[in-house]
């Protein structure tokens, strides 16, 4: 599944820990090793894992700020305190949550929605046009999109927002962890990560990373008094805490506990070694499917390796991910919107190993057969190595 992933043993075990104060070292400790965890996901400059050591921040400016809620409430988070009503954001989409982040954006900000065909890669002689003009304050994108299994070339507007002057602002909730993210290198102002996506942590708990100039013009904003109005999304009051390992309100405990110990797990991996076992994953999905005759969705150069849409063949709808779950006890999600029926989705991301990926494939093949679909053979294994 391409999230909620499942869970490995130590983040289970710590998710099942008995429940501790907010307000006490105990949990101190439990922010400074996720803060540090956080960082090393980000791709960021490493950090201390001790309390009262700035487990939060770094060499590079950035600073990591958990948020007690999904990667849409962090995403909010953002949008929210980054811009003013007037202010004007370029938001180029191609899939669902793209369309989030630009329906999301409109209600903060002048955003300027450049709606692109699902897993089509964006028109970026468009989009240079459109930031040329000089009166955008930023650009803001869903690095990878799972809706329709497509990844954006983000160093490649990271340099256009660079020569142009304007913000970069990455929704990377299924990138991080899973995908090469570079921050600093890019210049993104804020880049948002949710936990139970490639990182393969809990649901509802996720976070932001934010350099020194997304904090300077939240400030600035919150100054000349036309800001959007927050609360428990004030970012100003999630930065005062941060020194502390603290969070403003009460903090969702045990999902910190469990995904601290995730990330854990992500750095005895190596989070190269994890980028390129779910490029593996997914490149082995896709060269699997298009042999026995399947379509893909997204364009061949910009498809994900952490999710991969693939197209029905005629005559088969989602009856056959009903049987595959309850018959091959195999679960992959399907599609939104106007593909529904059309097409389903499978995910290489978290903590999946490729063994589990090829018996996975080996039963959607024999799903696919019970339903009568005429499929060569092949030697699943020879795609994963």
């Not at 501790?20 to 949990?27: D, K, L, N």
């Not at 300077?216 to 930065?239: E, F, M, V």
């Not at 403003?248 to 854990?264: F, R, V």
């Not at 490149?283 to 498809?303: P, T, W």
């Amino acid at each position: 599944m391409p999230g909620p992933v499942r869970m490995g043993k130590p983040c289970l075990d710590a998710l099942g820990s008995p429940v501790i104060t907010a307000r006490g070292s105990e949990f101190r400790d439990v922010m400074a090793k996720l803060n540090s965890g956080l960082r090393y996901a980000f791709n960021l400059s490493p950090s201390s894992d001790e309390r009262k050591n700035q487990s939060w921040t770094g060499d590079d400016g950035y600073k990591v700020i958990v948020v007690s809620g999904s990667g849409t409430a962090a995403m909010e988070m953002v949008m929210a305190n980054r811009f003013r009503p007037n202010d004007r954001v370029l938001v180029p989409t191609n899939g669902k949550f793209g369309e989030r982040v630009a329906e999301m954006g409109s209600r903060y900000c002048n955003v300027k929605h450049l709606k692109y065909e699902w897993g089509r890669a964006f028109d970026f002689g468009e989009i240079e046009e459109q930031l040329a003009r000089g009166n955008w304050e930023a650009l803001a994108i869903c690095h990878n999109e799972t809706s329709s299994g497509i990844t954006q070339d983000a160093a490649e507007l990271a340099e256009m927002c660079q020569r142009h002057g304007v913000a970069y602002i990455l929704d990377g909730i299924t990138s991080v962890g899973g995908l090469p993210v570079h921050p600093e290198k890019w210049g993104a102002e804020a880049v948002v990560v949710g936990a139970q996506k490639c990182t393969a942590g809990p649901s509802g708990i996720a976070a932001i990373a934010v350099n020194e100039n997304f904090v300077n013009r939240c400030k600035a904003i919150r100054n000349q008094d036309d800001a959007n109005p927050t609360y428990y999304l004030d970012i100003l009051s999630a930065l005062k805490k941060g020194d502390d390992d603290q969070t403003p309100w009460t903090p969702a405990i045990n999902p910190a506990m469990g995904w601290a110990a995730a990330l854990e797990v992500l750095k005895e991996e190596g989070l190269e070694n994890r980028w390129k076992r779910c490029e593996i994953l997914a490149k082995g999905v896709r060269n699997l499917f298009i042999d026995l005759g399947f379509d893909l969705l997204a364009d061949e150069y910009f498809r994900s390796s952490t999710v991969t849409a693939i197209m029905y063949p005629e005559g088969i709808d989602d009856s056959w991910r009903t049987r595959l779950k309850e018959e091959y006890q195999t679960q992959v999600i399907g599609a939104q919107d106007d593909l529904k029926g059309k097409m389903f989705r499978v995910g290489s991301m978290g903590e999946t190993p490729i063994t589990e990926m090829v018996e996975g494939c080996k039963r959607m093949i024999e799903c696919f057969r019970s339903f009568g679909v005429e499929l060569p053979d092949v030697n699943v294994e020879s795609y994963f190595e």
